[in-house]
């Protein structure tokens, strides 16, 4: 099976995993629909999809914004829900409750409200694919609240995946990728992060957004699985610090 002749909404779509996702949705022949908060991103982006792809600037956090999208785009196929936060990193001895609080709400809850929010409009035989990340998996020391974070969306996959069958529900659970989400550190320092991360993964790099956009692709296009969080983390989980 595949997502060809579909149509893909993505949630924070307009860059990095989103976009790429996206990108390849359109090369497999689906047309996606892009959403991000910011126009010009928007813009931006479908400026480099074909004539398939559309979009709409909103922020998913805001319910009733996304209950009119919704409404407005009609029935659909596979929802993917690739937007990002950032807030909730930090030394647990440190970590402020409002932080922590910040990154739920931008990464948890913008999640669930995209999956109950799409759940009327999308096809009994259509998918959901939430994105987590391998800081729910992983034992580094300064991530337990990303990893709470993570974890409560990582926890909520296989039981939707019962709850709401023949609907699919699918996790991947990406590692370190290179993508504007780290443009937020100085240049240095992510580079030197991005190269202990290469020296210490199997896969000796950093990840690409392509490598998560085809792992995404294969969850949303096969009609058989369900209730899974499929790593895409260049072996990351059992790596040693390099
Ligand atoms: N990059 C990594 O190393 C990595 C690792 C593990 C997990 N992840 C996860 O992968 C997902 C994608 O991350 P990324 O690296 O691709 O980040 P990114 O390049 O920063 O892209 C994030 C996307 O989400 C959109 N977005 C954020 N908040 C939104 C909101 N409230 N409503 C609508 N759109 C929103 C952004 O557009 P606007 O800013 O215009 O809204 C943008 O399109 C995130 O969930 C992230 O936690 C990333």
Same mark, same amino acid.
């Given at each position: 099976?595949?997502? @060809?002749? #579909? $149509?893909?909404?993505?949630?924070?779509?307009?860059?990095?995993?989103?976009?790429? #996702?996206?990108?390849?949705?359109?090369? +497999? !022949?689906?047309?996606? %629909?892009? %959403?991000? &908060?910011?126009?010009?991103?928007?813009?931006?982006?479908?400026?480099?999809?074909?004539?398939?792809?559309? !979009?709409? +600037?909103?922020?998913?956090?805001?319910?009733?914004?996304?209950?009119?999208?919704?409404?407005?785009?009609?029935?659909?196929? *596979?929802?993917?829900?690739?937007? @990002? !936060?950032?807030?909730?990193?930090?030394?647990?001895?440190?970590?402020?409750? =409002?932080?922590?609080?910040?990154?739920?709400? =931008?990464?948890?809850?913008?999640?669930? *409200?995209?999956?109950?929010?799409?759940?009327? *409009?999308?096809?009994?035989?259509?998918?959901?694919?939430?994105?987590?990340?391998?800081?729910?998996? /992983?034992?580094?020391?300064?991530?337990?609240?990303?990893?709470?974070?993570?974890?409560?969306?990582?926890?909520?996959?296989?039981?939707? +995946? *019962?709850?709401?069958?023949? %609907?699919?529900?699918?996790?991947? @659970?990406?590692?370190?990728?290179?993508?504007?989400?780290?443009?937020?550190?100085? =240049?240095?320092?992510?580079?030197?992060?991005?190269?202990? /991360? +290469? &020296?210490? %993964?199997? #896969?000796?790099?950093?990840? &690409?957004?392509?490598?998560?956009?085809?792992?995404?692709?294969?969850?949303?296009?096969?009609?058989? /699985?369900?209730? /899974?969080?499929?790593?895409?983390?260049?072996?990351? $989980?059992?790596?040693?610090?390099?």
């Amino acid at each position: 099976m595949s997502v @060809s002749g #579909t $149509r893909l909404v993505i949630i924070g779509g307009t860059s990095g995993i989103g976009l790429a #996702t996206a990108r390849a949705a359109q090369d +497999a !022949g689906a047309r996606p %629909v892009i %959403v991000g &908060r910011s126009a010009a991103g928007l813009r931006s982006a479908l400026d480099r999809l074909g004539p398939e792809a559309s !979009g709409e +600037a909103l922020d998913a956090a805001d319910r009733p914004a996304l209950d009119g999208f919704f409404a407005r785009i009609g029935s659909f196929e *596979h929802l993917v829900v690739a937007a @990002s !936060g950032g807030a909730g990193a930090g030394p647990f001895r440190g970590l402020a409750r =409002a932080d922590l609080q910040a990154g739920l709400d =931008a990464k948890f809850w913008v999640q669930w *409200h995209c999956a109950q929010a799409a759940l009327p *409009h999308l096809a009994r035989t259509g998918s959901i694919t939430l994105v987590t990340a391998a800081s729910a998996r /992983v034992g580094n020391p300064g991530t337990s609240g990303l990893a709470a974070i993570n974890g409560a969306l990582a926890a909520m996959v296989l039981p939707l +995946a *019962h709850e709401l069958g023949p %609907v699919r529900v699918n996790a991947v @659970s990406p590692g370190v990728i290179d993508t504007p989400w780290w443009d937020r550190q100085p =240049a240095e320092m992510k580079a030197r992060f991005f190269e202990g /991360v +290469a &020296r210490t %993964v199997p #896969t000796r790099r950093v990840g &690409r957004p392509e490598d998560v956009a085809d792992a995404i692709l294969f969850l949303a296009g096969n009609g058989y /699985v369900t209730g /899974v969080i499929l790593d895409v983390d260049g072996g990351l $989980r059992g790596a040693s610090p390099g």
